[in-house]
């Protein structure tokens, strides 16, 4: 290859081709040659009125190739004013190919091909001028001529980047360039270097800067003359693309903001090209795998030392320009596109450009909201709805979003992009292909992938607006039909092969018509063929040798009628030609004309006529031309029958001969589209009053799948109880929502507009202002209306209740505000006052604003410019403030639009203006706090705040934006859109996940920001306890409520006391001033750990309060005697301090445990790591010995051999451990109340003592360096330091702490120094040993005020005399221990550091990332030898490093870690349950310890015991061997709990198939030997509880959890039977043997039993090869009486009934009734022959297939082994929470037993 060193550092292009020859280049139309006054230089120029016909081109021809390798291309250029232009670049990337970049005037929007990009060039102007004002603020439409003051222009354009950004193409050379009419050009070149036009030689010199850097001035023959005292950016423009300014929302080329500054000389680092969101998801998925390799040794961090601080540092203010916020398109749940643009720009169009840093932070998580769900159909249409080729999704237009729907789950995603409402939408034959057009001027067609959700392309419709859109089966053809500009019918042939794959539609024909065309379709047999019928014509079309032409059909006596569909004929002869056809058109009179399409005549005729009623008056009979037929709005055929929807609501299933009905359906309004699915089973219908649903023709059922408003929706309020959406539309009605299900459960219809509603805090009714004044409040239980008030002259603008739900108020247009009295039914008047509410209607529905505290009430008025601020009780003004005065600058006069308090305080109210502000006012001063600006491009709708105050929401006009409340003026905020309409109102849901934003439809959104752990209390129920008794004494239950939805519907039960002694210490923090009540509201709800979705949610726990009289004088003396704390404190924010499992058991100490010689099971193995633990993990190198717990379990495990031995003697989750300096002692700490200390004999596993010291739980453990001592520090609850003899376990002393301590550690030089880190710093400790006392003395240093207000969370020693700490913001902070002082800090990771190891000059960090780093830190010591008499502003690292040398991510975060001295090796254990063996010397990598982080559901023995299965609640299913306890495969669904398993019998063809049910009801079979699913079929609609394989294996049985039990084939995915029988009761539990039941009277080789919740148990014989299944027995069991029915914690023991293995016709069975029992049922006999009593209520049980043993669980936390022949048993204590789970292996040798996630397995030699 030749060199490229000529090109350096410039090439002229003119003057290399020497243009002015026209040899090596050439030229068209009119191209001329003058001087320039501006330039005084000669330019060319080039006119025409085409631009395309006048153009120089270089190099001539195209064989040719300028192969310039410039990274960048410089044009001098000027547009003419007031035309437009073009350019083409072509560019050889190294991929091979040519790609051509242009740029254009004419272009109105960026597109983009494998080979083309299209860029739209927006025009600068003169400085000052008219045109740069109107510019400067606007965003959409500036696209086109060139304006009169049009200046000289460089353009710079980055090829590389370009390239590689839009196309992820390598830029190779410049090939050519084409300049089009209509400009005058200078010059163009290309270089390596970035150029600035407007520096000088001179300046150049004085910044130092040369083109070794990579930057510097434009060569001279290419520069501009500026006037002297000029400057150059007043005469022209320079341009660079990628801008470093503001850019429009779709990619352009224009002026940058002058607001961006002027560009920075400094040198920049390699722009990074970005790639896009698919990229970057699929990246994320590989993170876990690529993360887990070493990286290779001595990468350099960037670290810094403590900086200087400059008074000037300290007392400058922030940055107050604002940068790009985000902007989020809305598109498939999956695939959300999330792109930058200005926050101040026009919100509609927006696709992905590249972003720079700036100096505002961006809000985080980024997305913070994704669409959920939609409440909506139609829009512009509700003609269009279609099905899926499978038959399982629909999908329809939402206004301007396309919405597809699973039929069965109701879940659904979304197409977007249309920036109008979608007029029309169409499949292909296939149904891999969608094509969408959009109403409005600006209609464009979009082809969408359907399968991944993305658009292919997108064209324009070359229409006004699209009405109809049919694609051809193989999917080549797209017609449409639509308006042109004189309003005359287009028809419009698209050829879509391209287009598919990315490419372009190209017109095959189009064709103007004066015809009238309603519908049109392409024929299913030739895509060159269609069909279209309208008023008074049917016509067939053909596109032949680029023409569409077509003729009508010859309709006789039917000339005059109005046709509104048409559709063709399925199936046929194999040997009927292809047009060889029969059509079938419908009409509004009700005929039906079949059609023969080759002869383009009418064969028949048909009219669907309405049941004539007998009629006195009435002697003429209806005749096929009298009488008013029925209007058919849409058609569909399929090859049995014909489906009809008509204007009367009916959708009606007819014979192809239309000789009788088969079947209808009665819809509430017109039928306007059906469409039969493609396996003719479901027919799919709309209607014009926002209905979807479809019929299934099996079942003869109908389902709903979408109800919706006809208009816009006005207002919302939500019922976070019940879980209700209620909404006012301007269509007349109020409906309420399931906010759940998405279906509409009430509709309130009035002639009276409503236009504002508001739920009472409590009870289960709303009130709905009307346009007429009219106030009515409803009660939804009971649907009537509860009162009426008619105080209100005008339309009520605001509604609104006190947070306590005693008082309502409302407000109306003409100024009026009225206060009601909400604790009566009737909510009488208590005052009215007039002219106090701005008059007008722009502040509706919520023109009022309550506190939280329901103490201030805040509205607008009595003027516009007015906020008032009133007693909520008594309507007494407190305060004015006049908003026009705050800003004096303003030119106008500021008005209010929108009032808002602060949650939980009254102090603060957010004012939004017609200004576009948003104003922060004291409610006690009227001062104005703090205002953000420019909130939105027209004034704000709605707002509304977090409950935690960190986010404010805003609406304008379609998009939503979320701000960070404290840090709005810091902090960009995020924008949404989707709407396609103004937004009216958007909230946040009560529980504060969710998001709901209304106008053209009913957006619900999810909210992904993590909860702020410390205020996560705040919202617990007993912020009631503060509510004041009535005199009776009881507080309603409503009360209490704190607007979350309920977890669980309340049981009957009788009053009984409430235990508190299991509750999370910080719910017991509340009880101490709480109310008690008469209702009973849910029980606790047990939090189900993490999950893997990115979508984490806090737990929340609704606790039973009941009145204290009924309890027993002994339990209300229980309950005085606990210790509850009055004010506890807030738990840190930091993951380092440990956080128990919340637990809804309680344990039973009256349980006697058997002696170790006596026990009959032996504790085997613990499957697991305890990840919620911290520090606990310890492991001696010497004697490769590791210890960690798993549960109340402590594991010894040897690393070599994998045996283990158990330390057993907690009962509660275990949350640190600690081993001694000499591996003979563990210490172990568990419980968070009163916690457990024990100390071990490592050699023995016994127990050489216990004690309790800590009121909480114990946060951590540390040994002395000469083990004598050991330490252990209270959580936050109780932050004390106790240090104990190791040997005689006793307390030496104990010392309280003013904040919560994280960590703590001895001194390994020193035996009496230790430290301790906290929310307060570090303390530095002594301990001081004076005869028999002993006592600690501590020192606080604060945090250095360098790193932040950060809490400091871990330490370690370092032999050298100083130690280092790290913070929750990742940094590490090296101190001088004997000085007390900090001399070094630097950063290391991007999250909290948890862990800290040291050794030598080597560093182990652990972090909330999950990223370990060994760090070599020999700089560290050295700075504290050579600066130790300098102070912390002291301290500079000029050229020190400290260097990386290994890093490995792992699967959670870091909780614990051990390594050996030369710190190659360790040991550590993540949040995901993991221990993780590391060698950093080979860069290996190995799971030792693998457990789920969810509880588990199942476990399941394989037929031989080689493996045993488990499944967990968060959706995986792990598959492990029986010998080494390790994992030997996985399989996972994500967002889906795995509740059962089931390996295939033996006696099957395979083995090797393990079947797992799901809670969204679908069954999946797993090939263990190909490691990957078998099958996946939905045998229920509701998650399956229970499941088996029939004994043959033939077939495999599952219950759901409302009762049905459906038998499906393995084989063929088939159901073959649902038995309903037990249909509404969840069923427990469902087993399958072998037995012949020839005894029993009945045909079959195998019995099953199915028991459900209601006590009833099914027995069935069945013969699975015959199909045959017949119901052998229906037991019923006796439930107690009604007054003697208690309600347990969490809900009812489960209905539990198994085969006796020794005798099947023997059935056991135990369930909730008269008395705690085990009941023995004979099939035989036909009673119950024994029963053994139980001393708990069983959870679960399992039966051994040898001897006769039997184990039950219970919630207890007992598992008792019991033998069945005498009745002995012993219970067993070694779980710290309530059995689940508990499984005899095949040959009962072994048992599984499951408490939440710890599995436990048993050895069983007998009883």
Request: with cysteine.
């Amino acid at each position: 290859m030749a060199s490229t060193g000529w090109q350096h550092p410039y090439v002229n292009i003119f003057k290399h081709v020497k243009v002015e020859e026209w040899k090596r280049s050439a030229k068209a139309g009119d191209v001329s040659s003058s001087m320039d006054r501006t330039l005084r230089c000669p330019v060319f120029s080039i006119k025409g009125p085409v631009p395309t016909n006048s153009y120089i081109l270089i190099p001539k021809s195209s064989n040719q190739s300028l192969g310039l390798t410039g990274r960048y291309f410089y044009l001098l250029f000027r547009p003419t004013p007031g035309k437009y232009f073009m350019v083409h670049l072509d560019v050889a990337v190294e991929e091979g190919q040519v790609v051509r970049i242009s740029f254009s005037n004419m272009f109105k929007e960026f597109k983009s091909t494998a080979t083309w990009l299209q860029f739209p060039f927006l025009c600068g102007a003169a400085k000052d001028s008219v045109y740069e004002k109107t510019s400067s603020s606007a965003r959409q439409g500036l696209v086109g001529p060139a304006p009169d003051s049009v200046r000289w222009t460089c353009l710079m354009m980055d090829l590389c980047f370009t390239l590689t950004f839009y196309l992820n193409r390598h830029h190779a050379h410049l090939k050519s360039v084409k300049l089009c009419a209509n400009m005058a050009v200078k010059n163009m070149f290309t270089s390596d270097l970035l150029l600035d036009p407007a520096m000088t030689f001179r300046e150049a010199k004085l910044r130092g800067l040369s083109a070794s850097q990579g930057k510097g001035p434009i060569p001279r023959e290419m520069s501009f003359p500026v006037p002297k005292g000029g400057s150059w950016n007043d005469f022209y423009d320079h341009i660079k693309f990628p801008s470093d300014g503001t850019k429009l929302p779709f990619d352009s080329i224009q002026k940058p903001d002058p607001a961006a500054g002027s560009p920075s000389y400094q040198k920049d680092e390699t722009r990074a090209a970005t790639v896009s969101d698919p990229v970057q998801r699929r990246v994320s998925l590989c993170q876990p795998i690529a993360s887990s390799k070493l990286l290779p040794r001595n990468r350099t961090s960037v670290v810094s030392s403590v900086p200087e601080l400059s008074p000037s540092n300290a007392t400058e203010a922030e940055d107050p320009l604002r940068s790009d916020a985000g902007v989020h398109v809305y598109a498939h749940p999956q695939d959300v596109l999330s792109t930058h643009g200005d926050s101040s720009g026009d919100e509609v169009f927006c696709t992905s450009v590249f972003k720079e840093s700036k100096q505002r932070q961006q809000l985080l998580p980024d997305p913070i909201l994704r669409l959920s769900r939609i409440i909506g159909f139609g829009g512009a249409t509700t003609r269009d709805a279609l099905w899926t080729k499978s038959g399982e999704e629909v999908v329809y237009p939402c206004h301007a979003i396309i919405v597809s729907m699973k039929i069965l789950s109701r879940e659904q995603r979304f197409f977007t992009g249309h920036t109008d409402k979608i007029s029309a939408l169409t499949f292909n034959g296939s149904t891999t292909l969608l094509a969408s057009a959009q109403s409005g001027s600006n209609s464009v067609v979009r082809l969408w992938d359907y399968s991944a959700g993305t658009c292919l392309s997108m064209f324009r419709a070359h229409a006004h607006s699209l009405s109809c859109l049919s694609f051809s089966y193989g999917g080549g053809i797209l017609c449409g039909v639509g308006k042109d500009r004189h309003n005359k019918t287009m028809v419009v042939v698209w050829n879509t092969l391209n287009a598919a794959k990315g490419g372009e539609g190209t017109i095959l024909a189009k064709a103007h018509t004066d015809v009238d065309i309603i519908t049109m379709k392409v024929t299913f047999f030739d895509e060159t063929r269609m069909v279209s019928c309208g008023r008074e014509n049917v016509r067939l079309w053909r596109v032949r040798n680029g023409s569409l032409r077509s003729c009508p059909v010859y309709l006789g006596e039917f000339h005059s009628l109005d046709f509104t569909d048409v559709a063709f004929q399925e199936g046929g002869a194999s040997d009927q030609q292809v047009d060889d056809r029969t059509l079938f058109a419908s009409t509004r009179s009700g005929h039906i004309l079949e059609i023969d399409y080759s002869r383009v005549t009418v064969k028949n005729a048909r009219r669907l006529m309405p049941a004539q009623q007998q009629h006195a008056e009435r002697r003429e009979k209806w005749t096929f031309n009298t009488g008013p037929g029925i209007p058919i709005n849409s058609i569909s055929v399929s090859s049995s029958f014909c489906a009809t929807g008509t204007v009367d609501g009916f959708l009606r299933l007819w014979t192809l001969d239309f000789s009788a009905v088969i079947l209808e359906a009665e819809h509430e309004g017109p039928v306007t589209v059906v469409s039969v699915s493609f396996d003719s089973l479901q027919v799919l219908s709309a209607t014009s009053t926002g209905n979807l649903g479809y019929l299934d023709v099996s079942s003869r059922g109908y389902n709903t799948l979408m109800r919706s408003h006809t208009g816009d929706v006005l207002g919302f309020s939500v019922d976070g109880i019940r879980r209700h959406l209620t909404t006012a539309s301007a269509d007349g009605t109020v409906r309420v929502w399931n906010t759940d299900s998405l279906q509409q459960l009430y509709d309130f219809v009035s002639m009276d507009k409503p236009c504002s509603v508001a739920f009472h805090p409590h009870e289960p009714t709303f009130s709905c202002g009307f346009c007429s004044g009219t106030v009515r409040v409803f009660d939804i239980s009971s649907a009537r209306l509860l009162a009426e008030h008619k105080q209100h002259r005008g339309e009520v603008i605001g509604l609104a209740f006190s947070s306590d739900g005693d008082l309502m108020y409302s407000a109306d247009s003409e100024g009026s505000l009225v206060l009601h009295d909400a604790s009566e039914e009737d909510h009488s008047v208590i005052r009215v006052a007039c002219s106090v509410v701005a008059r007008g209607t722009e502040r509706a529905p919520d023109a009022l604003a309550v506190s939280g505290d329901s103490s201030r009430l805040a509205f607008v008025g009595p003027t516009p410019h007015i906020v008032t601020v009133a007693d909520a009780r008594s309507l007494d003004e407190l305060l004015h403030v006049d908003v026009s005065v705050l800003d004096v600058e303003s030119p106008e006069l500021d008005s209010a639009l929108k009032v808002r308090f602060s949650p939980a305080s009254a102090e603060h109210l957010l004012v939004a203006t017609s200004a576009n502000k948003i104003l922060w006012i004291s409610t006690k001063t009227g001062r104005l706090l703090r205002q953000v600006s420019n909130v939105h491009k027209r004034p704000c709708s709605s707002l509304a705040v977090s409950e935690d105050r960190r986010f404010l929401l805003t609406s304008g006009h379609n998009t939503v934006k979320v701000w960070d409340y404290k840090r709005t003026n810091q902090v960009n905020p995020q924008m949404y859109i989707g709407h396609s309409q103004p937004i009216r109102q958007v909230s946040f849901t009560p529980d504060q996940l969710g998001v709901v934003s209304v106008g053209d439809a009913i957006f619900l959104w999810d909210f992904l920001a993590e909860p702020d752990e410390c205020l996560i209390g705040s919202r617990s129920p007993f912020k009631a306890s503060y509510i004041s008794l009535p005199p009776d004494g009881k507080v309603n239950a409503a009360q209490l409520s704190n607007g979350m939805p309920r977890q669980a519907a309340p049981l009957p039960s009788s009053q009984h006391q409430l235990d508190v002694s299991t509750m999370d210490p910080e719910i017991q923090g509340g009880l101490s001033r709480l109310s008690v009540c008469d209702d009973d509201p849910a029980k606790p709800v047990q939090p189900t750990g993490s999950s893997q979705s990115p979508d984490h949610r806090p737990v929340v726990s609704f606790l039973k309060v009941t009145d204290l009289d009924s309890a027993s004088p002994g339990e209300t003396d229980k309950l005085e005697t606990m210790e509850l704390g009055q004010n506890k404190p807030d738990h840190p924010d930091c993951y380092k301090h440990f956080i128990p499992r919340l637990k809804a058991s309680s344990l039973d100490q009256s349980v006697s445990v058997p002696r170790p010689q006596d026990e009959c099971i032996k504790l085997k193995a613990v499957i697991g790591y305890n990840g919620n633990g911290r520090g606990n993990m310890g492991w001696s190198p010497d004697q490769g010995l590791f210890a960690y717990s798993c549960g109340g379990v402590v594991v010894l495990e040897h690393l070599h051999t994998g045996t283990q031995s158990h330390l057993q003697g907690h009962s509660e989750e275990i949350s640190c451990l600690a081993i001694s300096n000499d591996a003979q002692t563990l210490v172990s700490a568990a419980g968070s109340s009163r916690s457990l200390v024990s100390v071990w004999d490592v050699r023995t596993a016994a127990c050489r003592g216990t004690a309790s010291h800590h009121k909480g739980a114990v946060q951590s453990l540390a040994f002395s360096r000469d083990d004598l001592f050991f330490l252990s520090v209270g959580d936050f609850f109780d932050p004390v330091l106790a240090l104990w003899s190791s040997e005689s376990v006793q307390l030496l002393c104990s010392v309280s702490m003013s904040a919560p301590i994280h960590d703590a550690a001895f001194s390994p030089a020193a035996a009496r120094q230790l430290a301790c880190v906290g929310s307060e710093g570090i303390h530095f400790c002594l301990i001081h040993t004076r005869g028999a006392n002993t006592d600690i003395k501590a020192c606080r240093v604060s945090v250095p005020s360098e790193v932040g207000d950060v809490e400091l969370t871990a330490l370690c020693y370092h032999m050298d005399s100083f130690l280092l700490t790290s913070t929750a913001g990742g940094h590490v902070c090296a101190w001088d221990v004997n000085k007390q002082r900090c001399f070094m800090v630097w950063r290391a990771d991007e999250g909290e550091i948890g862990v800290l190891l040291c050794r030598e000059n080597r560093l182990l960090t652990g972090s909330a990332t999950g990223r370990l780093q060994l760090w070599q830190i020999e700089v560290v010591q050295g700075m504290k030898s050579a600066e130790t008499t300098c102070s912390i502003n002291d301290v500079t690292l000029s050229g020190s490093k400290v260097v990386v040398e290994q890093e490995v991510v792992l699967d959670g975060k870091l909780v614990s870690a051990a390594f050996d001295n030369s710190m190659d090796m360790g040991i550590v254990g993540t949040t995901a349950g993991t221990l993780w063996y590391i060698n950093w010397s080979d860069s290996s990598i190995i799971r030792l310890v693998s457990g789920h982080r969810a509880k588990v559901n199942d476990v399941v023995f394989s037929r031989d015991e080689s493996r045993f299965a488990t499944c967990s609640q968060d959706g995986s299913v792990r598959v492990w061997s029986t010998g080494s306890f390790e994992l030997v495969v996985q399989f996972q669904v994500i967002n889906q709990a795995c509740r059962c398993l089931c390996w295939s019998p033996s006696s099957s063809s395979d083995g090797s198939r393990l079947a797992a049910g799901y809670g969204d009801g679908t069954l999946r079979i797993f090939q263990l030997a190909s490691t990957e699913m078998e099958m996946k079929l939905r045998p229920h609609q509701e998650a399956i509880s229970a499941i088996t394989y029939s004994a043959s294996g033939h077939v495999i049985l599952t219950a759901g959890s409302k009762g049905l039990v459906a038998i499906s084939s393995p084989i063929s995915g088939a159901t073959i039977r649902v038995i309903r029988d037990h249909k509404g009761a969840a069923i427990n539990s469902i087993q399958s043997v072998s037995e012949q039941c020839k005894r029993f009277g009945l045909e079959g080789n195998e019995m099953f039993l199915v028991a459900g919740a209601d006590r009833r148990v099914s027995v069935w014989a069945a013969n699975w090869s015959k199909e045959k299944c017949d119901l052998l027995d229906w037991l019923s069991f006796p439930a107690p009486p009604s007054s003697e029915v208690r309600l347990l914690e969490e809900s009812l023991p489960p209905s539990l009934a198994a085969f006796y293995p020794a005798d099947p016709s023997l059935l056991l069975y135990t369930g909730y009734g008269l008395k705690k029992e085990l009941s023995f049922y004979s099939l035989t006999k036909k009673q119950i022959i024994k029963k053994i009593s139980l001393t708990h209520w069983a959870t679960c049980i399992s039966l051994s297939p040898r001897g006769h043993l039997l184990a039950v669980g219970c919630k207890e936390r007992v598992l008792k082994l019991i033998k069945s022949t005498s009745g002995r048993f012993q219970d067993f204590l070694q779980h710290s929470d309530a059995l689940q789970t508990c499984r005899f292996s095949p040959s009962g040798s072994l048992l599984f037993s499951v408490a939440y996630d710890e599995v436990l397995l048993w050895e069983v030699p007998g009883l």
